[in-house]
């Protein structure tokens, strides 16, 4: 840097500063106005999808960016598409644990459903991501769960978190504020952050410390008198024992006045998420967290206080943050292209959604991404899973590898490797193709055969007979060889150009295996 000393200087570099700052102006407005164009669909609808198919973006391609994300955003439902599993919707008291008298038979028995109904709705999540026809509904509801976290087994009723799952999609683009009020009573989330313990004279502060660190202000924005005194606030928030519904106990609550983010009042749990929600590091807090996920690891400081004003402005309407998010210049910056890794979630539906592979339910794909780190429904701790970087290592690149290569394998039959994840579902990975299915047992797991044997069956029933016609699927691309074809396809299948050079005279099948394979298609 250096400094101007002589006036006559001054001039003709601030003519230039104004014709520099014009022409960015210009440049933003024009691409505000001008069509997307193939490469800025495909990374709108990577971004805010699980990965496009070419006709996706090819619908998307003469839209502008407002009108792209306008239709995203509009388009999206609140609802599933596809019928939940049976005991969902059950009405029935819940079932609790067996009591001290219960044979090891019937305690058996028990953990068995705990674990199939919980496989059953990870399944049927991952159906519903494969099915939907608003791929930013899921997403946006993946990231929420993210978000506020529920986890099994701590949540030992399926039924509770499937009743969680809706009620984030209901709100996933609605108001973040209505929203927070909801989580805060939602029955899965009062069992995760033990509220049904927090009564009078015994606070217990989890959730009041989560809803202020991790929910809406951040670390560093609240002190712990806050805790201490919100967890007042909240006490009486519980459930049902019976129907598993919020029930406020009006004889648990501390009704005394309480002092929290400089306010004193007799606060309930209600007017102390309002307090919150009246803080301006909310809009801030969720702002780069939106960012993180959509536009890159490094939020723009002044970017973030900007769409932060409007999201705060609006009354913390998701949908104004998420539309200057999508239509910024920072989020189709050449830098940001490829920035972000691909979560297990986005591998295994990004890939069945884009080779057009249809598979009969989701049970075993939801075992392949938790293979690959990704456990839906079993976050390893209230923060969520970090994301990032921290999705591949050593031990879940190959995951990934050897999903994608098994499904582009057809019908052939591949042994399948069970592993015991934490919350006793199973994770599993599959090797080389045309060898007869086996088991390996493994000291160190606390599980009988028969669960292994059953869960690999599952796993090796979702992979068999996908169907994965590599001639026919490239025959959807433009061009008038098969080289031009390749290319096309190239570009719909990768972020960035690709890290080791495609062979493009190899037969379909191998091409695909081999562009699946480059360590771009891990990015998005």
Known sequence: MFAVRHAGWRRPILHLAALMCA?????????????????????????????????????????????????????????????????????????????????????KAYQQQRTQEALELRGWWMQEMLATP????????????????????????????????????????????????????????????????????????????????????????????????????????????????????????????????????????????DLILAQPDVATFVTTKLWREFVSPDPDPAEVARIARRFRDSGYEIKVALRELLTSSAFYAKENRGALVKSPVEVVVGTLHQLDITPANGLAFAIASASMGQNLMSAPNVKGWPGGDAWINTTTLLARKQFRERVTRGDDIAPVRIAALPDGAMA??????????RLTPEASFDIDQVRRARYAREMERGMTGLGFDSARWMAQFPGATATARKHAAQRLLLATAPQAEPDYGTDSLSFVRGILQDAAYELK
């Open 428 to 437: 599993a990975t599959v090797d080389a193709p045309r060898a007869p299915l």
């Open 134 to 273: 608003t791929p930013l509904t899921e997403r946006m509801t993946l990231f929420w769960h993210n978000h506020f976290v529920s986890a099994q087994p701590k949540v030992p009723f399926a039924r509770l978190m499937y009743e969680q799952n809706a009620r984030l999609r209901a709100n996933a683009l609605g108001n973040f504020g209505t929203m927070l009020h909801a989580m805060g009573r939602d029955p899965a989330m009062v069992l995760y952050l033990d509220s049904v313990q927090n009564r009078k004279g015994a606070p217990n502060e989890n959730f009041a410390r989560e809803v202020m660190e991790l929910f809406t202000l951040g670390e560093g924005r609240y002190t712990e008198t806050d805790v201490k005194e919100a967890a007042r606030a909240f006490t009486g928030w519980s459930l049902d024992r019976e129907t598993g519904t919020f029930v406020f106990r009006p004889r648990l609550h501390d009704s005394d006045a309480k002092t929290i983010l400089g306010r004193r009042g007799d606060f309930d749990g209600d007017a102390v998420l």
């Open 23 to 107: 022409l960015t102006a210009d440049g933003a407005i024009a691409s505000a106005t001008a069509a997307l164009g193939y490469d800025d669909a495909r990374h709108l609808l990577a971004r805010t999808g699980f990965g496009p198919t070419d006709a996706e973006v090819r619908t998307f391609a003469p839209l502008t960016r407002a009108d792209a994300v306008d239709r995203l955003l509009r388009e999206a439902r609140l609802t599933a598409v596809t019928p939940p599993p049976s005991f969902a919707l059950d009405r029935t008291p819940l079932r609790r644990p067996p009591a001290g008298t219960a044979t090891e038979a019937e305690r």
